[in-house]
């Protein structure tokens, strides 16, 4: 067992020079800028017909986002709020998640390089992957606003329905919050399934996953934390400095992504191989 987790972090240390993975996480990083805003456009379109506030969103955002970065996203915010108009959820229903859906389309791309393979998809097939994707990201975050939200009337309900005791209640506490984990989880799990150009079970798919759900809130919340504490990029880029951490974030989270593609990518050939 030993023997295998070596050549395991072996082969992953490797790929990680040999597929430039920094190089594409830089990439990639590039497309989700791009994709940001209209991705929140997106949101906003739908804001007036499900529960949820603006605030709800940006209080998300504020959970992993370094704080900085915060004060351009709101400010972006306010200016698309005060500019809404009734034409703003046709075209954004259309137009927006068109253009959100590049950010993931590039990360299809990646993932086939992971996997040594070409897009042999059609336009529109590649393009109809990455739009699902940017819409199950959204149901993501509904979910990860709802419950926090309404999780404790849903708990209360269920207490009350089913009988529960008072521990029942301060266990569903604890678990809402891991439904939210789970569910990123899930998306992440198709995402590694239906990105390769090659037949991917979601059980090949689930080590990268779980990489990738744990390993992305964890690196936000610790680079957020660095630039709260210690991080002084006004200092040295003026007022470039909030583009900056958004950059660097968008790039952290673009390398996680990449290397839990990276990982199932290695436990894929390595079984083909015999290896496992």
């Known amino acids: 067992m030993l023997r295998k987790f070596k050549l395991f972090f072996k082969r992953m240390f490797k790929r990680y020079f040999d597929d430039d993975v920094g190089g594409r996480a830089a990439q990639l990083s590039y497309f989700f800028?791009?994709?940001?805003?209209?991705?929140?456009?997106?949101?906003?379109?739908?804001?007036?017909?499900?529960?949820?506030?603006?605030?709800?969103?940006?209080?998300?955002?504020?959970?992993?986002?370094?704080?900085?970065?915060?004060?351009?996203?709101?400010?972006?915010?306010?200016?698309?709020?005060?500019?809404?108009?009734?034409?703003?959820?046709?075209?954004?229903?259309?137009?927006?998640?068109?253009?959100?859906?590049?950010?993931?389309?590039?990360?299809?791309?990646?993932?086939?390089?992971?996997?040594?393979?070409?897009?042999?998809?059609?336009?529109?097939?590649?393009?109809?992957?990455?739009?699902?994707?940017?819409?199950?990201m959204f149901f993501v975050i509904i979910i990860a606003l709802l419950l926090p939200v309404f999780g404790k009337l849903i708990g209360t309900y269920i207490f009350s329905f089913f009988g529960a005791n008072d521990e029942f209640l301060q266990v569903w506490g604890m678990l809402r919050w891991v439904i939210s984990i789970v569910v990123m989880g899930v998306i992440f799990t198709f995402l590694y399934k239906l990105a390769p150009e090659k037949r991917v079970t979601i059980t090949e798919a689930l080590p990268g996953a779980i990489f990738a759900t744990l390993g992305w809130q964890t690196v936000s919340l610790i680079f957020a934390f660095y630039v709260e504490n210690f991080g002084h990029y006004s200092n040295t880029y003026g007022s470039l400095g909030v583009v900056i951490v958004l950059m660097i974030w968008l790039y952290l989270s673009a390398l996680i992504i990449i290397l839990g593609g990276e990982m199932n990518a290695t436990l894929y050939k390595m079984k083909r191989k015999g290896l496992l």
Request: hydrophobic content about 55%; glycine content about 4%; charged content about 15%.
């Open 33 to 136: 800028l791009l994709s940001l805003f209209p991705f929140i456009i997106f949101l906003l379109t739908l804001v007036g017909y499900i529960p949820i506030t603006v605030e709800n969103i940006l209080s998300l955002v504020e959970q992993f986002a370094p704080g900085d970065t915060m004060v351009l996203i709101e400010e972006n915010v306010d200016n698309l709020m005060k500019e809404r108009n009734g034409q703003l959820l046709s075209i954004g229903l259309i137009t927006t998640l068109f253009i959100a859906s590049n950010g993931v389309n590039a990360l299809v791309r990646v993932i086939n390089l992971t996997y040594e393979v070409e897009e042999t998809r059609s336009f529109i097939v590649a393009r109809l992957i990455s739009i699902v994707l940017t819409v199950a």
